[in-house]
């Protein structure tokens, strides 16, 4: 169970305060696929980044199994993210020097996970995304498809309660977008992992089983 409560962040420009979330108020569940949409700077990405650990609110809470974020030290947000958290982003941010395999080891290196096993689970996480032919190849031998397939392979390598995906169907086109999408489903129907999605595509928003949408902070 992940919540909010009067979960607030500001920024100042120019001497004034900009709200990037005003007093947020959510519940997701365990096994909840939700898309966020919204405008440019309405504030979901600093939702996303705030449940994911990345970010911490200025005022409010957020609790995650019973574990409290909002002031959690960087140690504890660090393990958190590790343990807890898979991301996967619309630059891919993969490597370039890198294989496939390497790039799904990553997280599991900074886990201290043995190189015996880190090899074996990134190998399955591979498969699983449908990319078990192509964990030899750096990501300048990937279409752009099969390099979101890779990160979504890493987001999984630690087996993640959540994974948050900040419009991983950007940089693709609409039969790639389906595919990510698909694969996200899955994750989320058999293996049951909690998908958050940032999109500005309505037909990504459309496969979620929950959506909210942000403006000015705030969810309408």
């Known amino acids: 169970m992940i919540e909010l409560k009067n979960v607030s962040k500001v920024y100042e420009l120019g001497g004034e305060k900009i709200y990037a979330l005003n007093r947020v108020n959510l519940t997701i569940a365990d096994g909840d696929f939700l898309a966020i949409t919204g405008p440019s700077g309405s504030g979901k990405s600093t939702l996303a980044n705030i449940i994911g650990g990345l ?5 409010g809470d957020v609790t995650v199994d019973d574990q409290s974020l909002a002031e959690a030290h960087d140690r504890a947000l660090s ?3 590790n ?14 020097n890198y294989t496939a395999l390497e790039n799904v080891m990553v997280p599991l290196t900074f886990a201290k996970m043995d190189l015996a096993d880190r090899k074996k689970r990134a190998t399955e996480c591979l498969k699983i995304v449908g990319l078990g032919d192509r964990m030899k190849h750096r990501p300048g031998e990937l279409s752009g498809g099969q390099r979101q397939r890779v990160c979504i392979a890493r987001a999984l390598a630690n087996n993640p309660k959540m994974i948050i995906a900040d419009e991983p169907t950007g940089n693709l086109d609409t039969k790639k977008s389906a595919e990510i999408v698909s694969i996200l489903k899955d994750l989320n129907r058999k293996l049951g992992v909690t998908i958050i999605v940032i999109t500005h595509d ?3 928003a459309g496969e ?13």
């Open 83 to 96: 343990k807890m958290v898979g991301f996967v982003f619309q630059n891919f941010n993969l490597q370039p």
């Open 202 to 204: 309505p037909r990504v």
């Open 79 to 81: 393990h958190y993210r």
């Open 208 to 220: 979620a089983k929950k959506k909210l949408t942000i403006t000015d902070g705030k969810i309408r």
């Open 55 to 59: 970010d911490t609110p200025d005022s």
